[in-house]
T-cell receptor, first 109, second 114 residues
Framework: SQQGEEDPQALSIQEGENATMNCSYK?????LQWYRQNSGRGLVHLIL???NEREKHSGRLRVTLDTSKKSSSLLITASRAADTASYFC?????????WGAGTKLIIKP | GAGVSQSPSNKVTEKGKDVELRCDPI?????LYWYRQSLGQGLEFLIY????????KSGLPSDRFSAERTGGSVSTLTIQRTQQEDSAVYLC????????????FGDGTRLSIL
């Protein structure tokens, strides 16, 4: 069963704007990971945030984690057409990653 | 190449046939995962291999599904007597270990059952 739930399910913004996606989960975690998927094929790991971290940056990506609310957000700043993809959060409790259904992000030129 | 390799990339077969999907993980990665993804959905965990330990098969949807990992490297996912509901993209991932390690994915096999 899915643990993570991303929202919104779909997001369409203009190139250059910021995109924010949220993820909520149900049980305690060791870490939370965000992945990107282009065209329904393989996923690419973006960023991992550990349960004792509150914020993490990687280039144009900023991830926050609020363990009290069991939620995380992924912010993509200054979006580009190449950012068009589906974004998934995944949490790990024991050893398995448990995935949400994803947010489909469309960047309009 | 240095990434996870899956073959075939596409497979179309008739209902009732058996299919074999192959995954070649990144060299040195001890953990290997199989997932299934239906159109527009998230990933559904199928099976997990870690080193020489017994695999976690808890995600396999029926006994028609099985997987092997020979020599701790290449893995094969076999689906017997395929059904139309087996149509999906089957993704393989590997990682250095478990826990705080990111997973590296292949491009998947798109399976279509006619």
């Amino acid at each position: 069963s899915q643990q993570g739930e991303e929202d919104p399910q779909a997001l369409s913004i203009q190139e250059g704007e910021n995109a924010t996606m949220n993820c909520s989960y149900k049980t305690s975690i060791n870490n939370l990971q965000w992945y990107r998927q282009n065209s329904g094929r393989g996923l690419v790991h973006l960023i991992l945030i550990r349960s004792n971290e509150r914020e993490k940056h990687s280039g144009r990506l900023r991830v926050t984690l609020d363990t009290s609310k069991k939620s995380s957000s992924l912010l993509i700043t200054a979006s580009r057409a190449a950012d068009t993809a589906s974004y998934f959060c995944a949490t790990i409790g024991n050893y398995q990653l448990i995935w949400g259904a994803g947010t489909k992000l469309i960047i309009k030129p | 190449g240095a990434g996870v390799s899956q073959s075939p990339s596409n497979k179309v077969t008739e209902k009732g046939k058996d299919v074999e999907l192959r995954c070649d993980p990144i060299s040195g990665h001890t953990a290997l995962y199989w997932y299934r993804q239906s159109l527009g959905q998230g990933l559904e965990f199928l099976i997990y291999f870690q080193g020489n330990s017994a695999p976690d098969k808890s995600g396999l949807p029926s006994d028609r599904f099985s997987a092997e990992r020979t020599g701790g490297s290449v893995s094969t996912l076999t689906i017997q007597r395929t059904q139309q509901e087996d149509s999906a993209v089957y993704l393989c991932a590997s990682s250095l270990g478990t826990g705080n390690q990111p997973q590296h994915f292949g491009d998947g096999t798109r399976l279509s059952i006619l």
